[in-house]
């Protein structure tokens, strides 16, 4: 689950983003202590993802909302599930209601098209990467989605790892240079942080095995023609990720390089919504 705290600040942000000073229409059409029930319907096949979030909204917002959950997160979902109901001051569903269907459309859409990708590359060694090519903001909450739909977190952003990428190395003066530098900076700082490195080709492989001190190798934009060579040329001295241009279509084609990893930003950042609606009963 994620950290209270960030999902709290998220939540608070997200309502005075939506409410302002008030939700005027429900205001004015609602009796302020009319109680009702809604429930969550699912519109779309795919894997379900947010609902322990929305439950932190709706408690967040008020706590006397009273939410039954039926279907979990991670939970394969046909059109007509009924995720859960909540129940409680009808004023108070209808002000959380567009927060709780943004982000479980959102999240949902993460999780099922994570799960295309992992279904995609079953049997091989290889496992599925996120990127930081998250939704601002939302980084913690796309990570998770990841997660429920069977992929890896990778890095949460800047202060977790270091990777080394192609523009480092050209304004460092070099792969070599890059390294260095990385290494008297983790030693200046006292940090011990796993150190990958970008590979634009087989000669950027040779130069990185011949001055070592690194854990991973990214094999940026190979063909898996590439992939294959670069993986025999590794031979399991370092792990190995392939990153650019990676499909639905293609992945498993990469997969069977033997790569460790495969990173993917388009699960995060190129995602359709899963289609659900929040009912009054």
């Known amino acids: 689950m994620i950290d209270l705290q960030y999902l709290t600040e998220f939540i608070d942000r997200a309502f005075r983003e939506d409410?302002?000073?008030?939700?005027?229409?429900?205001?004015s059409c609602i009796p302020t202590a009319q109680q009702g029930k809604a429930r969550l319907l699912i519109k779309e096949a795919g894997i379900l993802a947010g609902v322990e979030i929305a439950e932190q909204i709706f408690h967040r917002f008020d706590k006397d909302l009273k939410m039954t959950t039926f279907i979990h997160d991670g939970s394969e979902v046909k059109p007509g599930d009924v995720v859960f109901t909540v129940e409680g001051k009808v004023i108070s569903i209808l002000q959380c209601e567009r927060l709780v269907l943004n982000t479980m459309q959102h999240t949902?859409?993460?999780?099922?098209?994570?799960?295309?990708?992992?279904?995609?590359?079953?049997?091989?060694?290889?496992?599925?990467l996120d990127t930081r090519k998250t939704t601002p903001g939302m980084r913690l909450i796309d990570k998770e989605a990841v997660r429920i739909g069977g992929g890896v977190n990778h890095r949460?952003?800047?202060?977790?790892?270091?990777?080394?990428?192609?523009n480092h190395i050209d304004f460092a003066g070099g792969i070599e240079n890059a390294i260095d530098r990385v290494h008297e900076y983790l030693d200046a700082k006292g940090k011990n942080l796993k150190i990958e490195i970008e590979a634009r080709s087989i000669s950027d492989i040779e130069r990185i095995l011949k001055h070592n001190r690194i854990d991973r190798i990214m094999l940026d934009?190979?063909?898996?023609?590439?992939?294959?060579?670069?993986?025999?040329?590794?031979?399991?001295?370092?792990?190995?990720?392939?990153?650019?241009?990676?499909?639905?279509?293609?992945?498993?084609?990469?997969?069977?390089?033997?790569?460790?990893?495969?990173?993917?930003?388009?699960?995060?950042?190129?995602?359709?919504?899963?289609?659900?609606?929040?009912?009054?009963?």
Request: include cysteine; glycine fraction near 10%; hydrophobic fraction near 40%.
């Open 19 to 27: 409410i302002g000073d008030g939700d005027h229409t429900s205001l």
């Open 108 to 128: 949902s859409g993460i999780a099922t098209q994570t799960n295309q990708y992992v279904k995609a590359i079953a049997g091989t060694k290889a496992r599925l």
């Open 156 to 166: 949460v952003g800047l202060f977790d790892m270091i990777l080394i990428k192609d």
């Open 221 to 281: 934009n190979f063909d898996t023609s590439l992939t294959k060579q670069a993986v025999e040329l590794i031979a399991g001295r370092y792990e190995t990720e392939s990153s650019g241009n990676i499909t639905l279509k293609n992945i498993r084609d990469y997969a069977v390089c033997g790569v460790d990893f495969i990173s993917v930003g388009a699960l995060t950042h190129h995602v359709k919504g899963l289609d659900m609606s929040l009912k009054a009963v």
